[in-house]
């Protein structure tokens, strides 16, 4: 309670209803081993009046009651310390500043993290589209952030933007249900609250194509082209819904507070606040698998109904450039096909390459990260 109630940031996530929860558990503790001790002074009270001395005796069943006692004990014991421990990490978790700033959202329900970098022309003065990057299954920070510092570097593009969805990174989770479409209006929220204007070339990768095209079809105007990373095609949405893989979430969930990956992972393999905010550990944190899990029950209903209505009223002319896995267009036949399928998102495809030997994070090779930065380059300098 004490660690909640201490840190600024524990105290936003857990909200009151957290803050509550504690503090009624605590009393309840209290109060709960108040009357244990005051049962067993009567009872000692009462052996000693009618025996002289208190009984120390027990039969074979009072025995494994004692047992089964301690064991619950014990148990309760380890579970309060990997809480503690977990809730340890989370505070030193909270002393790492997010690159950006966090604005409210949806009435002031949650803050989203929007980070931008670079000069709205180039050096010759000519005023260029901001690319505006959106994270697959991992947040953008976990690759595509170093990527594009280096395409900036490189001169491909003069600036980029990057928000974290919902429950990723430093972005809150949001309430639920949480679909695709309401993602997109909250990263809309957030662009407007930071004067964002555009015009945009969107540059998204697996899920986060979903994401991308539901926000290009409702800002047509804004948006000068698309990029798309091996995006995932919304006929293959029943693979984020899958119900086995909604339980595993669920269940992974339930277990998260006591950080039975975390607490191992920062004592002996040396993981860092960076690891478990948004790198290699980020995957474990209560908050992404909540935001894994929203994404899983509303996946072939909600955003299934977003994305399709998006590829209805998506502008027709409107540029894109795939970028797909050779090693996934190989193991699965469907990916290939769907992969097909989205060139003709637009009547005006950019082009289509498969990087043959980049696995489904296209940028992780060298040959990605060419070609990745090769085809922005042409989508923002409308070449």
């Given at each position: 309670?004490?660690?909640?109630?201490?840190?600024?940031?524990?105290?936003?996530?857990?909200?009151?209803?957290?803050?509550?929860?504690?503090?009624?558990?605590?009393?309840?503790?209290?109060?709960?081993?108040?009357?244990?001790?005051?049962?067993?002074?009567?009872?000692?009270?009462e052996?000693?009046?009618?025996?002289?001395?208190?009984?120390?005796?027990?039969?074979?069943?009072?025995?494994t009651?004692?047992?089964?006692?301690?064991?619950?004990?014990?148990?309760?014991?380890?579970?309060?310390?990997?809480?503690?421990?977990?809730?340890?990490?989370?505070?030193?978790d909270?002393?790492?500043?997010?690159?950006?700033?966090?604005?409210?959202?949806?009435?002031?329900?949650?803050?989203?993290?929007?980070?931008?970098?670079?000069?709205?022309?180039?050096?010759?003065?000519t005023?260029?589209?901001?690319?505006?990057?959106?994270?697959?299954?991992?947040?953008?920070e976990?690759?595509?952030?170093?990527?594009?510092?280096?395409?900036?570097?490189?001169?491909?593009?003069s600036?980029?933007?990057?928000?974290d969805?919902?429950?990723?990174?430093?972005?809150?989770?949001?309430?639920?249900?949480?679909?695709?479409?309401?993602?997109?209006?909250?990263?809309?929220?957030?662009?407007?609250?930071?004067?964002?204007?555009?015009?945009?070339?969107?540059?998204?990768?697996?899920?986060?194509?979903?994401?991308?095209?539901?926000?290009?079809?409702?800002?047509?105007?804004?948006?000068?082209?698309?990029?798309?990373?091996?995006?995932?095609?919304?006929?293959?949405?029943?693979?984020?819904?899958?119900?086995?893989?909604?339980?595993?979430?669920?269940?992974?969930?339930?277990?998260?507070?006591?950080?039975?990956?975390?607490?191992?992972?920062?004592?002996?393999k040396?993981?860092?606040?960076?690891?478990?905010?948004?790198?290699?550990?980020?995957?474990?944190?209560?908050?992404?698998?909540?935001?894994?899990?929203?994404?899983?029950?509303?996946?072939?209903?909600?955003?299934?109904?977003?994305?399709?209505?998006?590829?209805?009223?998506?502008y027709?002319?409107?540029?894109?450039?795939?970028?797909?896995?050779?090693?996934?267009?190989?193991?699965d036949?469907?990916?290939?096909?769907?992969?097909?399928?989205?060139?003709h998102?637009?009547?005006?495809?950019?082009?289509?390459?498969?990087?043959?030997?980049?696995?489904?994070?296209?940028?992780k090779?060298l040959?990605?990260?060419?070609?990745?930065?090769?085809?922005l380059?042409?989508?923002?300098?409308?070449?």
């Open positions: 309670m004490i660690i909640i109630l201490a840190v600024t940031k524990t105290r936003h996530e857990e909200t009151w209803i957290g803050i509550a929860s504690v503090i009624w558990a605590l009393l309840m503790s209290l109060w709960t081993t108040a009357a244990d001790r005051t049962v067993q002074w009567g009872k000692t009270e052996e000693e009046r009618l025996t002289g001395r208190p009984e120390t005796r027990r039969t074979l069943i009072e025995w009651e004692v047992l089964l006692s301690n064991i619950a004990l014990l148990l309760l014991t380890l579970i309060g310390i990997l809480m503690t421990c977990t809730l340890v990490l989370r505070a030193l909270a002393k790492v500043s997010p690159p950006g700033e966090l604005y409210w959202v949806d009435g002031d329900k949650y803050q989203i993290h929007l980070y931008c970098y670079g000069n709205e022309t180039d050096a010759k003065g005023k260029l589209p901001t690319v505006l990057f959106e994270g697959g299954e991992d947040p953008v976990n690759g595509l952030w170093q990527f594009a510092d280096n395409a900036i570097k490189n001169g491909s593009f600036r980029y933007c990057f928000a969805r919902p429950g990723m990174a430093w972005s809150d989770t949001a309430p639920s249900p949480l679909s695709a479409g309401q993602a997109a209006e909250a990263l809309s929220e957030a662009l407007a609250r930071a004067g964002e204007q555009g015009p945009w070339v969107l540059a998204s990768a697996g899920i986060g194509s979903i994401y991308s095209r539901i926000f290009s079809s409702r800002h047509g105007r804004d948006v000068e082209a698309i990029l798309m990373i091996d995006p995932l095609h919304e006929d293959l949405l029943k693979r984020i819904g899958a119900p086995g893989r909604g339980f595993m979430l669920w269940l992974r969930g339930i277990l998260s507070p006591l950080g039975l990956d975390r607490v191992p992972g920062a004592l002996f040396g993981r860092s606040r960076v690891d478990r905010i948004w790198g290699k550990s980020a995957y474990q944190t209560g908050k992404q698998i909540f935001a894994k899990l929203q994404e899983n029950l509303v996946a072939e209903s909600l955003t299934k109904r977003d994305v399709t209505s998006s590829r209805a009223i998506q027709p002319d409107t540029p894109i450039a795939i970028i797909s896995s050779g090693i996934e267009i190989r193991r036949s469907e990916w290939e096909k769907k992969q097909r399928d989205l060139t998102l637009t009547q005006n495809l950019h082009d289509w390459d498969i990087v043959d030997k980049a696995p489904h994070q296209v940028w090779t040959d990605g990260r060419e070609v990745i930065e090769k085809r380059k042409q989508l923002v300098y409308g070449k």
